[in-house]
């Protein structure tokens, strides 16, 4: 009898290791592919500040040559980042997706340095009269069409959101399919199920939570070294990456690590509660 138990017991905890892998694959598949993992990505590559840097280089923004250097104030507004951040991550998700990325559209972008350069004058980095802003506005408005044809110039010769070619895209979507919301919360309700039954199994000792935890934290484990492989990766060889891979593999370990930290709380819950439950739950 105890040797059946213990072999119901194992194929249970190998049915909990899989199902759990699968649901916390499934969950970091889709954080992966977040906006917050997107913005994780361009924070950490600095695709925004290398974007800036080469839209000044190709001397797109300087109005005539008459408002350079207050363009280039304006660029590094904390306003233009944002718009800027929050463009290439829409236009990374749109690659994921296999949706149609569009442009940055010339209100869109006449918006954001108006922005950018009411945080400049507010700051001080800036310093205009409403008669020499009014000549600015005017000379922006002239120009932004050309201006706009510029950015995305440099956006495109910069292949930020170029990254998913045929064969990578055939793959997230495999992907996409396999951790479909259908098959993550039926993982998750495998899992439960699994944890269950091996709770019935050892109710006397309450062993089975314990084991429980136990193979959820193992699984957590290998999203952590999984993580830890990729920042390693980009350790040794990411100036020899091109930005859109960085990226690319930032995203990758961001996913990884949120469901690392998911498991682990998962598991630690279940190890704590194991005692808790045997004094709730003591033998009489």
Known sequence: ?????????????????????????????????????????????????????????????????????????????????????AYTARSLQSQIYGEDMEEIGSDDLNAAFSRGMDECLEKGTISMDKGER?????????????????????????SLTDF??????KQIETARMGTSDEIR???????????????????????????????????????YMLSMMIDQTLSSTGTNIVLSRQMLFIMVSYGATRAMKAGAVIGGAMIVACPIFKLVFRER
């Open 1 to 85: 009898m105890r040797f059946i138990r213990g072999l119901v017991a194992f194929a249970l905890a190998l049915i909990l290791i899989a199902s759990t892998a699968l649901a916390l694959g499934s969950y970091g598949v889709g954080e992966a592919i977040s906006e917050d993992g997107v913005k994780q990505a361009i924070t950490e590559t600095d695709a925004v500040g290398k974007l800036t840097d080469n839209i000044i280089q190709h001397n797109t923004i300087n109005l005539g040559g008459e408002y350079g250097e207050e363009m280039q104030a304006i660029l590094k507004s904390d306003a233009m980042t944002e718009f800027f951040t």
């Open 185 to 223: 919360y039926g993982a998750a309700g495998i899992a439960i199920l699994a944890c269950i039954l091996l709770f019935a199994i050892y109710w006397r000792s309450k062993f089975g939570i314990l084991l429980s935890g136990i193979m959820v934290l193992v699984v957590a484990a290998f999203f």
């Open 164 to 169: 998913v070619d045929e064969n990578l895209a």
């Open 134 to 158: 009014a000549m600015f506005d005017e000379a922006l408005n002239t120009s932004m069409p050309n201006l706009t044809k510029g950015v995305n110039y440099v956006l495109g010769q910069m």
